[in-house]
């Protein structure tokens, strides 16, 4: 079951830049804006079928907030006309009895749903605008009524590590059909509260090793996300217990590495742009210009970022970077070189003291 190397597995699509809430880590900076240079319904159906005509990722249009886009329906069901599974990105508090409709019949396979917090309180607090928690809860209800199946996504930060437990509770008690928890990447928005919000690099561990062991008995998909350590951690856990991960005990966790930016997933912009992931603000070209099959096939940028064994510092040194390869968002953030180790990480690779 193992993929090629560059295998186009996800496409994360920001059809537009703007957004009703205050985000205060937002990777896009969004605000209740209209911005220049949106690709319009024309381009955006255009670019369907160029990634229809190369590959079969899963194609998650999010924002900004995509519900502001009024073609995002017309898009969704053209891409699977085209074949395409799409998932819908949103912070939910937009979604009515109407758009809930409107989403079903698009056809989407899942909705995720932001919610970074147990509460209204912390919620409300890091989303900038009171009351999101509530209406982002109700959207997720509404979609429940309807059939359609949806996640929540939170980032976690300082301000509510200690809430995972709590939000993990709300999100079975909701009818979620799993739990994706983000580290904080410091980008747009991210890179004002990075010294104060991110993680210590022990309690990134801790917290990873703890989510591997809770990854057991939560009752449904509950995962890292944005935290390739996860993946050199679940080795070592696994190791401890005795086994070995494999595809049957551990599902695509064992199949998978931990940063795929530039390797199994891209970010296309609202105005087009094609980057390794939405928090690397690195461009290998843009899709107005050139088709994206040719961006992800041809790109140096993207070929650079599938040298593994080209990665610096630790990380290149590491025996566990084919798992792992290190986040290149961070690397980025702290050095400016996308190829350097991974800043937020404490292993020291058993090569490193040969």
């Not at 409709?101 to 605008?129: K, L, N, P, W, Y």
């Not at 993207?302 to 025996?319: A, N, P, Q, V």
């Not at 961070?330 to 058993?350: H, L, Q």
Request: hydrophobic share 40%; charged share 25%.
């Amino acid at each position: 079951m193992k993929m090629a190397a560059d295998t186009l597995r996800l496409v994360f699509w920001e059809l537009t830049k703007r957004c009703n809430l205050r985000c205060v880590h937002c990777r896009a900076e969004a605000n209740d804006s209209l911005y220049s240079g949106e690709l319009d319904t024309a381009a955006a159906l255009r670019v369907v079928d160029d990634i229809a005509a190369f590959a079969s990722p899963i194609l998650v249009l999010t924002g900004g907030e995509p519900l502001y886009r009024a073609d995002l329906f017309e898009i969704a069901r053209y891409a699977g006309e085209r074949g395409l599974r799409t998932a819908l990105a949103t912070n939910g508090t937009l979604i009515d009895e109407s758009i809930a409709c409107a989403i079903r019949e698009a056809g989407f396979s899942r909705v995720s749903i932001s919610i970074d917090g147990s509460s209204a309180v912390s919620h409300d607090g890091f989303r900038g605008i009171p009351g999101s928690f509530d209406l982002a809860l109700a959207g997720a209800r509404l979609l429940r009524e309807k059939g359609v199946e949806f996640q929540f996504n939170t980032t976690i930060t300082r301000r509510n590590v200690e809430e995972i437990e709590g939000v993990l509770r709300l999100a079975e008690e909701r009818g979620a059909k799993a739990l994706h928890v983000f580290m904080l990447v410091p980008v747009g928005c991210g890179v004002e509260i990075a010294e104060s919000d991110m993680l210590s690099r022990d309690k990134y561990e801790e917290v990873l090793v703890w989510l591997y062991h809770r990854t057991k008995e939560a009752p449904f998909e509950f995962k890292a996300t944005c935290a390739p350590h996860y993946y050199r951690i679940m080795r070592q856990e696994a190791k401890r217990e005795g086994r070995a991960i494999s595809f049957e005990t551990d599902g695509m966790a064992a199949m998978t590495r931990g940063c795929l930016a530039g390797s199994g997933v891209c970010f296309i912009s609202h105005r087009g742009d094609v980057q390794p992931c939405g928090y690397l603000p690195l461009v290998a070209g843009n899709v107005v210009d050139k088709p994206l099959g040719k961006i992800w096939k041809n790109s140096e940028l993207f070929g650079k970022l599938r040298k593994i064994d080209d990665l610096g510092g630790k990380c290149g040194l590491c025996e566990y970077r084919s798992f792992c390869a290190g986040c290149r968002a961070r690397a980025y953030y702290e050095t400016g070189d996308c190829m350097a180790e991974e800043p937020y990480c404490v292993y020291e690779p058993k090569r490193a003291g040969a």
